[in-house]
């Protein structure tokens, strides 16, 4: 894999201050999803805008696909195109007088032509579920619906990588959860992602690298697991360990589990603590809403009369809207539709795009995880009544 | 105390709720503003009280029936520029002469505080002057939300820049009130604005943090602005209205009659 950022001994301090960031090194590879995790005052919020070229290391340099960035004015441009940053507080970022202008504004300063911005704006709009609310003013929207503009106004510059601070901080915890799923959406779709935030548990289920940054240094960067195993570092990064990893070490210590893998999230939890099935597991059923219409959803909904429900992927959540179906899970899917399954209750997944795939994935890194099996059947039109 | 559930002009965007809410919002933003600006000019120009009374009354009449506006509201609305119009007037009533004598009050020094002919004339001319434009400028803000007329600035050939800044002002407008209330709320619960002293003291306070944070946040968005690729463009909030010929044709002929009443009134 190749990076696609790269910091190289980046040292920058605030004028008057003490060293913000000391001799920094890190790269991120193309595809992943990398979270940024410290303490308050350790120096994440620099680290990301020294991502965009904000501002300058004293020394060191940053490489975007192994180019050194220039601190010109096309080269700034050019480095901002391809990182999208999304701040901390969307009151800042969204400025215009309505959700149109403010995703447009990106396009436009990137002068591309008018059918191109409206494709885009309306796309990124799209994206993030907030389609139809092109004209309202920000001022009247909630948190949440404003941290979904700023990310379209991100989007709709189409970026390589996007990086966004702390974006679930003020945020209650549906929301939250509505927006990873949203950048796990668009990760699907290609893009790399590097978040910072000081929530553990967030970051232990989500990326698949960690770096614990504190006092402006890297203490570490390696998966999620790793580095929130280690007691130690922790204590010195003052962060605690997610709950789940601490309860997992505990049982451990205890000799009530194995030490094996330790669990990602509660289905594997769930399955380690009861170690095997007493009842049949239940099935997940995926369908693509991309290639299925309404007659064929109610052929279903026909068929597999005792089950759950479950929408991932904002076209899909649509897709049901106007058929009007309301589903059970909308955040967490995969992870509801385990724990059904383990008590033998079977789900329907809706979802679409390379998201179906990730229903697989997932599923097949719990069977993994806990040697369980879980059939997952992907249901097509001319499969309905299997 | 008032009660807090009442909708005043204080509460934050009360007149922008109602104007972008109103059911006269598709009308082309452009067509209000001339049916604004005309009525007003040809209200604030009339040498007598007719024309501009005749303004005020059509366009209450059309605030409060045709654009649905709470009764309270708009009234809580009028008080401001009508209490401005009514001193003035009182004033002018006293103040000024010319014509016959109407009512003598007294002497003081060289001045006769009395009332003559002309200057009954000319108070009430302010006053009606006033209410006319007045309400025709309440027209076209409670049933034209402020973004939509960002596009016909644009059409008028305002600056851009002249627009862009009016956009960023309008956008955080809103943000500072809020945070102005929650400064407010700050001192509230630690016993500020208790007593004259204290209260001149905590609205100082309130004023020089308001002033930081409004710096803050504009550096801020300069920071937010740079990351886009800010290149001096910015996109106008996108805004679709329904041309209907009834609007033109209502709008047109209402300005007709002005003019007409304008120059009867001239004539006569």
Not at chain 1, 128 to 138: C, M
Not at chain 2, 105 to 131: E, G, N, P
């Amino acid at each position: 894999m190749s990076a696609i950022l790269q910091f190289d001994s980046i040292t920058f301090s605030y004028p008057g201050r003490p060293k913000s960031l000391d001799s920094l090194s890190f790269q991120i590879e193309r595809g992943k999803k990398v979270a940024v995790v410290g303490p308050n005052g350790a120096g994440k919020t620099t680290l990301l805008l020294m991502c965009n070229g904000t501002l300058v290391p004293d020394s060191g340099s940053v490489l975007l696909n192994g180019d050194p960035v220039s601190y010109d004015k096309s080269g700034l441009r050019k480095l901002r195109s391809k990182v999208g940053l999304v701040f901390q507080n969307s009151d800042s970022q969204v400025f215009a007088p309505s959700v149109f202008a403010d995703v447009a504004f990106g396009p436009l300063n990137l002068h591309l032509s008018e059918e191109e911005i409206n494709e885009r704006v309306s796309d990124a709009i799209f994206a993030v579920g907030l389609s139809g609310y092109e004209k309202r003013v920000p001022h009247h929207l909630s948190g949440g619906e404003r941290k979904r503009v700023a990310i379209a106004g991100i989007l709709a510059m189409k970026p390589d990588i996007l990086v966004a601070d702390e974006p679930t901080s003020s945020l209650d915890p549906a929301t939250s959860a509505e927006i990873m799923d949203l950048l796990d959406e668009l990760h699907e779709e290609g893009t790399t992602i590097l978040l910072s935030t000081h929530d553990v548990e967030l970051a232990y289920s989500w990326a698949d690298e960690i770096i614990l940054l504190a006092d402006g240094r890297i203490l570490r960067q390696a998966p999620p697991e790793e580095v929130f195993s280690d007691r130690e570092l922790m204590n010195q990064a003052r962060l605690t360990s997610p709950v789940l990893l601490t309860l997992y070490q505990e049982l451990v210590k205890l000799g009530v589990l194995k030490d094996t893998v330790p669990p990602k999230g509660i289905p594997e939890m769930t399955r380690l603590i009861e170690g095997s099935f007493d009842t049949n597991p239940g099935t997940i059923y995926t369908v693509d809403t991309d290639s299925i219409d309404e007659a064929f959803l109610s052929e279903i909904l026909q068929t597999h009369k005792s089950r759950r429900i479950g929408a991932m992927g904002t076209r899909s959540k649509k897709f049901l809207y106007n058929a009007g179906v309301s589903p059970e899970f909308t955040y967490g899917v995969v992870d509801k539709a385990l724990l059904a399954a383990m008590i033998g209750e079977d789900t329907i997944i809706f979802t679409c795009g390379g998201m179906v795939e990730r229903v697989d994935l997932r599923v097949s890194m719990f069977e993994e995880a806990s040697a369980a099996s879980i059939q997952v059947v992907k249901l097509y039109p001319n499969t309905a009544n299997h | 105390m008032k009660k807090n559930n009442q909708r005043t002009i204080f509460s934050e965007d009360v007149l922008d709720d109602v104007a972008t809410s109103s059911p006269l919002r598709s009308v082309p933003a452009g067509l209000k503003l001339i049916l604004c600006l005309a009525a007003t000019v040809i209200a604030v120009a009339s040498p007598e009280i007719w024309v501009p009374l005749f303004v005020g009354i059509t366009m209450i009449f059309a605030s409060l029936v045709l654009a649905k506006v709470p009764f309270r509201l708009y009234l809580s609305l009028l008080t401001i520029p009508l209490a401005f119009g009514l001193s003035g007037a009182v004033i002018l009533l006293f103040f000024t002469g010319g014509g016959e004598t109407l009512v003598s009050f007294f002497s003081f020094c060289v001045y006769d505080i009395q009332i003559t002919t002309d200057s009954l004339h000319l108070s009430l001319l302010v006053f009606a002057r006033t209410l006319g434009g007045m309400c025709s400028l309440y027209f076209l803000a409670v049933t034209t939300p402020m973004t939509s007329l960002f596009a016909v600035f644009q059409k008028l050939h305002i600056p851009q820049e002249f627009i862009d800044l009016t956009m960023l002002i309008y956008r955080y407008i809103f943000v500072f009130i809020g945070e102005a209330i929650g400064i407010h709320n700050a001192q509230v619960i630690r016993g500020g604005y208790q007593g004259w002293k204290n209260g001149i003291y905590a609205f100082s306070m309130l004023v020089s943090m308001l002033f930081v944070r409004t710096w803050e946040r504009g550096d801020e968005i300069f920071l937010s602005m740079n990351s886009r690729c800010y290149d001096g463009c910015m996109a106008l909030p996108e805004e679709s209205s329904t041309v209907q010929v009834k609007s033109y044709i209502a709008v047109f002929s209402y300005l007709g009659i002005l003019v007409l009443l304008f120059a009867a009134e001239m004539i006569l």
